[in-house]
C-alpha cells in the first residue's frame, strides 16, 4: 500500500459535510483505500480546506475514489506518513490541534536531520507542544512538510519552530474530520 495526502478546498461547511458522507460510502465499498485521517481547518478568505492522509493500491486507486466520490480537485500526492507515540489521542483539554505547513523544507537525505532537530525542540518546550504526526511529499527536488501539532497556542508552535530551525509558511487551528 501506498500512503497519500490530499488537500481539498470547500466553499462551505455544508459542501464539506456531503463530500464526507459520499467519500464515506464510496472508501466502504471500494475496499482498495483507506483513510488514515483528516483535519478540517479555514484559511482566511478561502473557505475550508480538508487535508486527508489515505493508504492505497496506487495511484489509479487514488483517481478512482476522486471519481465515485465527486470530490473537488485539490492536491493529491504521495507521502510519507510519521506518526508520534498517542498520535491519535488528540483529547488534552488544555492543547489546540494545529496543522502547520512547513513548505519545502529540505531535501530528501535531510529529512532525519530535521527531524531530529523537531523531537528535541518538542522535548524542550515543556509541554507546551506534542507532535502528532507529519506528512511528508515529494515537491520537486524537495521534501514538502505538513506537521500536525497539539500545543498551547501558536506563540509555543513558532518557539518550537524557531529553536528547531524550522520553517513555518501558516498555522492553521484544526478540527479531525468524523
Known sequence: MQTYMTIRP???EK???DSSLRLKDVLDSLGIVKRV???IFEVQGQGLVAASCFEAEDDDAMAKLQDLAGLPEGMVRQATLVRSEGAGAHGEKSMTTFVVN??????PDEVDAFAEKSEKAAQASAGDVRRMEVWLYDDDDDVG???VYQAKNTRALRKHADTAGLPIVDIFKARIAP
Open 10 to 12: 470547500y466553499s462551505t
Open 15 to 17: 459542501e464539506l459535510t
Open 37 to 39: 485521517m483528516t483535519y
Open 102 to 107: 512547513r513548505g519545502k523544507v529540505c531535501k
Open 145 to 147: 512538510m505538513l506537521s
